[in-house]
């Protein structure tokens, strides 16, 4: 795989610093029942990066002695590790809303049959990834039959209740484009995507988010493969909104990955830039005892953040 921090590292990026902490957001490891070209971890079956138990521990001190409101569950599929339920219930037992980045074909998977059912049970917020209405697009970045697996899921999620009327469960849904191009607007993109599924299919969600996609790790060696790097960083660049920044998620969370090193986001964990600019990745430990550092570490990848009405885990910021 080619490497695109060389190309990042010098990219001059507006200085940002944090603001009140208020998301952990965990990588419970690199597993994913799926390899996606766009992935920005380059997840996939073989992977064997876990996080472990005693790791989650951790996070949950440090989750107390911050006070923050929100667990974030990302991987990987975070379902694919051993002790995603024991982390989901201590979570829950101690007050924190928690969100599961959840790939919806992995309810589908042998052994798996559980996670819906567990979702609603805890009241986990899921955001499943689901990056087009159309068949084609989602088998073509994903691979044969996902389209289909994930309908059936997000069918399964509405029957639990999720995004029913008064029911608590929210179920959001993650777009990234299909290629080397910015996703269109927002709200627009969410309301063709409510019509169409629930048109289709009968599926209703709460909200859609917008992601650009990130020209790092996988995605980012298939845009130098595809000699469309240069370009895609220009379109990045170009749409940058200095109003962006303030709601960039690097300014209220802390992203920890599978062995315990802690980021400013899961993207500048996937390059290795040590939080607060230092020389080597800062632990989680630290921080039952450190504050946090007000500087966060950017580069050119940051234009994926604030590029046209910006992105975020939590979808468009304007
Ligand atoms: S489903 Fe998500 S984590 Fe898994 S390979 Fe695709 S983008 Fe990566
Ligand atoms: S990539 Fe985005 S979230 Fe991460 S440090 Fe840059 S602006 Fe912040």
């Known amino acids: 795989m ?42 996939g079956p073989r ?42 219930a201590e979570a829950r037992a101690l007050g924190l809303h928690v969100m599961d980045r959840l790939n919806p074909t992995i309810m589908e998977e042998p052994g798996y049959d559980w996670v819906g059912t567990f979702l609603a049970e805890h009241r986990v917020e899921a955001v499943a990834s689901m990056p087009c209405y159309s068949q084609q697009n989602v088998d073509e ?14 069918q399964t999620l509405n029957a639990l209740g999720y995004a029913e009327a008064n029911s608590g469960l929210v179920l959001n849904l993650v777009y990234n484009p299909n290629g080397a191009f910015l996703p269109p607007p927002q709200e627009a993109l969410e309301a063709d995507y409510r019509r169409l599924l629930a048109d289709n299919f009968g599926i209703v969600f709460n909200r859609l988010y917008a992601l650009a996609n990130m020209p790092i790790q996988r995605f980012g060696s298939w845009l130098q493969s595809k000699g469309q790097f240069e370009t895609y960083m220009g379109t990045l660049r170009g749409a940058h909104r200095d109003e962006n920044l303030e709601s960039v998620m690097c300014r ?19 390059l290795r830039m040590p ?32 590029a046209g009405q910006g992105s975020s885990c939590g979808g468009a910021l304007g």
């Open 275 to 306: 939080m607060g600019g230092g020389a080597s990745p800062r632990r989680l430990e630290e921080l039952l005892v450190d504050a946090l550092p007000t500087r966060i570490a950017v580069a050119g990848h940051c234009y994926g953040c604030t």
């Open 47 to 88: 992977r064997t990066e876990t996080m472990a138990r005693s790791t989650m521990e951790t996070a949950l001190q440090v989750a107390r002695r911050f006070k923050v409101s929100t667990l974030d569950l990302t991987g990987g599929s975070p379902e694919m590790n051993v002790d995603f339920r024991w982390l989901v």
């Open 2 to 43: 080619r490497d695109t921090w060389p190309l990042l590292k010098d990219i001059p990026f507006p200085a940002l610093s944090r603001g009140r902490l208020t998301t952990l957001q965990l990588n419970l490891g690199y597993r994913c029942n799926l390899s996606c070209i766009h992935c920005h971890v380059s997840a």
């Open 141 to 154: 970045q994903r691979g044969d039959g996902v389209f289909e697996a994930s309908i059936r899921a997000l």
């Open 252 to 270: 209220t969370m802390v992203s920890v990955d599978y062995n315990g090193e802690i980021f400013d986001c899961d993207f500048n964990q996937m």
